[in-house]
C-alpha cells in the first residue's frame, strides 16, 4: 500500500515536470515568434499553425513529445502563430486540413501506376 501511494506520488512529480517542460517549449516558441498573428498581427486568441500541414496528429501525443513536435516544426520553417479568426479561415482556404500523409496515400495509386510504364 505504502508502496503504491509512493509510485503515486512519484507519477504525479513526473507528470508535472512533464507539463512544465511543454509549457517551457511552448512559451519559448511563442516569444520566439513574437506573440502576435502573422496574418492581422492581434495578439488576442493566437495559436501554433502549420502553413504547410503536418503529418501528425497532436491528440495521440502526451504533452511533451507534442511541444518536441512543435519545436521541430519551427526549425523546419513549418510552425507560425496565427490567432484564431485567421487560422479558421485558413483551414477554410485549404479546403480543411490536408495532412501531408493524406496528400501521400491520394497520390499513391498514380505514382506505381507511373513506375509500372
Ligand atoms: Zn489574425
Given at each position: 500500500?505504502?508502496a503504491?501511494v509512493?509510485?503515486?506520488?512519484?507519477?504525479?512529480?513526473a507528470?508535472?515536470?512533464?507539463?512544465?517542460?511543454?509549457?517551457?517549449?511552448?512559451?519559448?516558441?511563442?516569444?520566439t515568434?513574437?506573440?502576435c498573428?502573422?496574418n492581422?498581427?492581434?495578439?488576442?486568441?493566437?495559436?501554433?499553425?502549420?502553413?504547410?500541414?503536418?503529418?501528425?496528429?497532436?491528440?495521440?501525443?502526451?504533452?511533451?513529445?507534442?511541444?518536441?513536435?512543435?519545436?521541430?516544426?519551427?526549425?523546419?520553417?513549418?510552425?507560425?502563430?496565427?490567432?484564431?479568426?485567421?487560422?479558421?479561415?485558413?483551414?477554410?482556404?485549404?479546403?480543411?486540413?490536408k495532412?501531408?500523409k493524406?496528400?501521400?496515400?491520394?497520390?499513391?495509386?498514380?505514382v506505381?501506376?507511373?513506375?509500372?510504364?
Amino acid at each position: 500500500m505504502d508502496a503504491d501511494v509512493k509510485a503515486s506520488a512519484r507519477r504525479r512529480r513526473a507528470r508535472l515536470r512533464a507539463v512544465e517542460q511543454a509549457s517551457l517549449i511552448r512559451w519559448w516558441l511563442f516569444d520566439t515568434m513574437g506573440w502576435c498573428c502573422a496574418n492581422c498581427g492581434t495578439i488576442a486568441n493566437v495559436e501554433l499553425d502549420h502553413p504547410h500541414g503536418r503529418n501528425w496528429e497532436p491528440r495521440n501525443c502526451d504533452c511533451v513529445t507534442r511541444a518536441k513536435r512543435y519545436l521541430r516544426d519551427w526549425a523546419d520553417g513549418n510552425l507560425r502563430i496565427l490567432c484564431r479568426t485567421c487560422n479558421a479561415k485558413d483551414g477554410g482556404r485549404r479546403g480543411g486540413f490536408k495532412r501531408p500523409k493524406q496528400v501521400a496515400r491520394a497520390l499513391a495509386p498514380q505514382v506505381a501506376m507511373e513506375d509500372g510504364r
